[in-house]
């Protein structure tokens, strides 16, 4: 089993950036394909990027290719997602979340382990 915590959200302008944070701990961080999702008020929770267990591939949304990174460093057992060009729409609580899946997936309920998320506000 594995302990998510995420950090790093806030208030931004539209237009600015932010780097989140996930720290795991518990189970090997580097056997979990390692995801960041987010979910907006009234709205279902929603895919924004993966990350291979080894991190040579990775895997985004439509509406935040070009704008959004995501990377590891399993020496840190972290994960991170770095968000450029923020949009008012990219505010929600952000999410991340592991699987021991052998591919990477892009459905929320393939990740059994989950943080308890945080959150993200841009301005217009």
């Known amino acids: 089993q594995v302990q998510l915590v995420e950090s790093g959200g806030g208030l931004v302008q539209a237009g600015g950036s932010l780097r989140l944070s996930c720290a795991a701990s518990g189970r090997s961080f580097s056997t979990y394909t390692m995801g960041w999702f987010r979910q907006a008020p009234g709205k279902e929770r929603e895919f924004v990027a993966a990350?291979?267990?080894?991190?040579?591939?990775?895997y985004y949304a439509d509406s935040v290719k070009g704008r959004f990174t995501i990377s590891r460093g399993n020496a840190k057992n972290t994960v991170y997602l770095q968000m450029n060009s923020l949009k008012p729409e990219d505010t929600a609580v952000y999410y991340c979340a592991a699987s021991s899946l052998v591919v990477v997936t892009t459905t929320p309920p393939t990740y059994p382990y989950w943080g308890q998320g945080t959150q993200v506000t841009v301005s217009s």
């Open positions: 990350i291979s267990k080894s991190g040579t591939s990775t």
